[in-house]
């Protein structure tokens, strides 16, 4: 049976996570806080220069600069860049002061997902 009331039929929305880059804070890595040109903070973005890649906002982090990002990190990851590639090129954007060391003292809690920031 059809119908012509198109407008009874509604997308299903599914919560399945997006795909995204491995995110443990553990280990050796690298980090900066990326900014837009406007000064507006995205988060900071970390690395362990193998397979993980990701975003944690700030308190000062600006929600729509964070959306963004996440959005463009998970398009990368589904594209198959590479972890240190995807960093190496927002580091390009931005030449904020790279740090080097353990990314276990990032934050006293595991990051979010790419899919969901962490604010606070």
């Known amino acids: 049976m059809t119908s012509a009331h198109f407008e009874d039929f509604r997308p299903v929305e599914t919560s399945a ?9 553990t280990g050796p890595g690298r980090w900066f ?13 970390f690395t362990d ?3 993980s890649l990701g ?6 982090s ?13 398009a990368a990851f589904a594209a198959g860049v590479a972890a240190t590639d995807q960093f190496e090129h927002w580091l390009a954007q931005d030449p904020s002061p790279v740090i080097t060391g353990d990314l276990g003292t990032l934050l006293p809690r595991p990051p979010a997902s790419v899919g ?3 604010v606070g």
């Open 17 to 25: 996570p997006k795909p995204n880059y491995p995110q443990p804070l």
């Open 33 to 45: 806080t990326m900014r837009d040109t406007d000064g507006s903070v995205y988060g900071v973005l």
């Open 49 to 51: 220069d193998r397979l």
């Open 55 to 60: 975003l944690i906002a700030t308190p000062d």
């Open 62 to 74: 600006s929600p729509p600069h964070v959306a963004a990002a996440l959005e463009a990190l998970r």
């Open 116 to 118: 969901a920031p962490v």
